[in-house]
């Protein structure tokens, strides 16, 4: 099983799952902690390789999306979770929405910060050419490259910083397995579009997430339905960069899809 943590302030009180990007773990939400834990249970969890669940081997060759939402599942099973809101940025976003398409009656809500539902051109290419060298070349070396490329500004560094240091606790292979799944976004897109989920969904996006804002203005509410909030003077991390803001509105959004509010 995957490593978790949990905040618990009662069994009355609804849950909150966060989910973590590529290289990053539970420690990406330290902005997060403070305001969701005063109104909600609190379950953090860290994907396979990543954050202390690197030391919990496995015989995968490969990862899947649906492999990782399995996992998370089976973490909520585990704790006897029925029903949670989602919280994830990134990778985190991807893997929530497959949580959903496979098992949507586990899903209350969503909140997708930095969603991925498919690469550019650009995108395309860097991954191309990465997959090409990443045997080659040491793996924080291509880490850290497409870090600067997906957060390139000055404002950027702290999440820059933070994930690169995160990155460190993976080795090559988990690095590698999860570099791989990115050949399967757009596939992946295309399966869970073809889903009909009647699930509350926020996309929170920085106006600076060149590589991923484009595709979510287009295709939001015509191929996956959902709010999209643009923050500001944010890039891909959001959730470092705006926190404040980043936190009111999810906080906003996950009380109106309560259960207590809906049953009111």
């Known amino acids: 099983m995957l490593y978790y943590k949990t905040y618990k302030i009662s069994p009355k009180h609804e849950w909150v799952v966060l989910v973590h990007g590529l290289g990053g773990s539970s420690t990406i939400w330290f902005k997060q902690i403070k305001d969701l834990r005063k109104h909600f249970n609190l379950l953090l969890i860290e994907l396979r390789g990543h954050g202390k669940s690197a030391n919990k081997k496995t015989e995968d060759e490969m990862y899947t999306f ?54 550019n051109l650009r995108s395309k290419f860097l991954i191309s050419a990465g997959n090409l060298v990443k045997k080659r070349i040491p793996f924080m070396w291509l880490y850290h490259l497409f870090a600067w490329i997906m957060m390139p500004r000055k404002r950027h560094e702290e999440s820059r910083k933070l994930f690169g240091r995160e990155a460190k606790k993976m080795n090559q ?92």
């Open 173 to 264: 292979m988990e690095f590698m397995k999860w570099f791989r799944v990115t050949e399967d976004v757009d596939a992946n897109h295309q399966e869970i579009r073809n889903g009909d989920l009647d699930i509350p969904t926020l996309c929170i996006m920085g106006e600076h997430d060149y590589m991923f804002l484009p595709q979510i203005k287009k295709e939001i509410n015509h191929t996956f339905p959902g709010t999209l909030v643009v923050v500001e003077e944010s890039g891909h991390v959001c959730n470092i960069e705006k926190h404040e803001y980043f936190n009111e509105i999810s906080i906003d959004f996950i009380r109106e899809s309560s259960e207590d509010r809906l049953v009111g």
């Open 66 to 119: 649906a492999k990782a939402s399995q996992d998370v599942v089976e973490v909520m099973e585990h704790l006897d979770i029925q029903k949670a809101h989602f919280m994830g940025i990134s990778l985190g976003s991807i893997v929530i929405r497959n949580v959903a398409y496979h098992s949507p009656k586990k899903v209350q809500s969503m909140i997708l910060g930095g969603l991925i539902i498919g690469f």
